[in-house]
C-alpha cells in the first residue's frame, strides 16, 4: 500500500499522502527540554487536503462531511449535495474536522493520529530545541498565523522549504490546529492540538504549544 520515494519518504496510495520517516532516539520535549527517548514513527508530511480527504467521504456516503454554520466556516463548508469541497481548495487542510472525524480517516486508511510528542519531535526534531521548525527565533513571512495576514487557510507547503521541520514536514506552524491521538491532562476534557493556525499569533505556533479541545 505504498510507493517508496526514498529511504525516509513514501506515499500511502489509499490516500495520496507522503509520509517521513522520524528514526528512533531522543528529542528535547516540551518547553523544560527534558529529554524523550521515542522509537521510529511515521508522519505526514503535509496536513491532510480536502482532495485527500474526499477519497474518504467518497468511500464512506454514510458519514457527515465537513460543514458549520458559524460565519467565519462558510468559505470552507462542502456542497451537502455534490459533498464536494470548495472549488478552490483543493489542496487547502481540510478543516471543520472534529477528532472523531479525524479518526475515522485514519481508521478507514489503515493509519493512526500521532501522540503529542511524536508530533512535536516532528516538528522540532533531535538535534536544538529550537522554537519553531526553522532554526532561530520567530520569522515574519514563514507561515500562516494572523501576523501574516492572510485571513484563511493557505494550501499545504506554501511556504516551503523554508520554513519546514528538520524532517521536512510543512506548516507545523500556523495554517490549522492538527489533531494528536493524545488526551488532554485536564481531567481527559479533550484531545491535544498543535501547530496554531491562521487565525491565532505566533504564540500558539511554537512547538511545544498544546492547545485542547
Known amino acids: 500500500g505504498y510507493r517508496v520515494l526514498s529511504p525516509d ?55 457527515p462531511i465537513p460543514f458549520s454554520r458559524a460565519g467565519w466556516a462558510q468559505r ?21 474536522v472534529s477528532w472523531n472525524d479525524a479518526k475515522a480517516f485514519c481508521d478507514w486508511a489503515d493509519l493512526r493520529l500521532p501522540t503529542k510528542r511524536e508530533w512535536e519531535k516532528a516538528a522540532r526534531g533531535d ?7 526553522w532554526v532561530g527565533d520567530w520569522v515574519d513571512g514563514r507561515c500562516n498565523t494572523s501576523e501574516a495576514g492572510v485571513g484563511g487557510t ?26 494528536t491521538a493524545t488526551w488532554s491532562d485536564q481531567e481527559q476534557s479533550g484531545r491535544v492540538l498543535r501547530g496554531g493556525s491562521w487565525r491565532h499569533d505566533l504564540m500558539y505556533a511554537h512547538v511545544s504549544g498544546l492547545y485542547y479541545y
Request: some cysteine; glycine content about 6%.
Open 127 to 133: 538535534k536544538d530545541a529550537r522554537l519553531y521548525p
Open 9 to 63: 519518504r513514501i506515499v500511502h496510495e489509499k490516500t495520496a499522502i507522503e509520509f517521513v520517516r522520524v528514526p528512533a532516539g531522543p528529542f528535547l520535549y516540551g518547553d523544560d527540554k527534558k529529554p524523550i527517548e521515542l522509537p521510529e514513527f511515521w508522519i505526514g508530511r503535509y496536513p491532510v487536503t480536502n482532495a485527500q480527504y474526499k477519497r474518504f467521504l467518497d468511500a464512506n456516503p454514510a458519514h
Open 154 to 179: 493557505t494550501r499545504v507547503g506554501q511556504y516551503s522549504p523554508q520554513s519546514d521541520s528538520p524532517y521536512g514536514c510543512a506548516d507545523m506552524a500556523g495554517n490549522v490546529w492538527e489533531w
Open 76 to 96: 470552507y463548508n462542502w456542497d451537502k449535495k455534490t459533498r464536494t469541497y470548495p472549488a478552490d481548495k483543493a489542496d487547502h487542510p481540510v478543516v471543520l
